[in-house]
């Protein structure tokens, strides 16, 4: 299981890159749509939030969200636990690599159409 601060990165930073090779670098809304695709990210890890619920709950989504592919189309959660089931900060620190990567590249993108 990766540390909640990964999946948000490659969330936010995913994000960045869509709108990217879409052409929307330009537009209002796309740091705010970042933000949330790095809470989306974190969806399939609720589990521990509803742990405070109802450990019915916890349960029931543990086992139909966080533990099949469903977790997938949350920018590769699943495969994120997988390859670091420890989570280890040799991954973090990637992923957050990955992070500045994609925020400097959309934003000299971005700074090179603005000069245009």
Not at 9 to 28: D, H, K, Q, S, T
């Amino acid at each position: 299981m990766s540390q909640a601060l990964a999946h948000f990165a490659v969330g936010f930073g995913g994000f960045l890159l869509v709108m990217l090779v879409c052409g929307y670098e330009n537009e209002w809304w796309v740091m705010s749509g970042a933000v949330l695709s790095g809470f989306w990210a974190l969806v399939p890890d609720f589990h521990h939030m509803l742990r405070v619920v109802h450990s019915g709950v916890e349960s029931w989504y543990y086992v139909w969200v966080h533990e099949t592919i469903v977790a997938d189309l949350f920018w590769f959660h699943g495969v994120m636990d997988t390859v670091d089931p420890a989570n280890s900060n040799e991954v973090l620190f990637v992923a957050l690599v990955f992070l500045l990567i994609c925020v400097g590249l959309f934003e000299w993108v971005r700074f090179q159409s603005e000069g245009s």
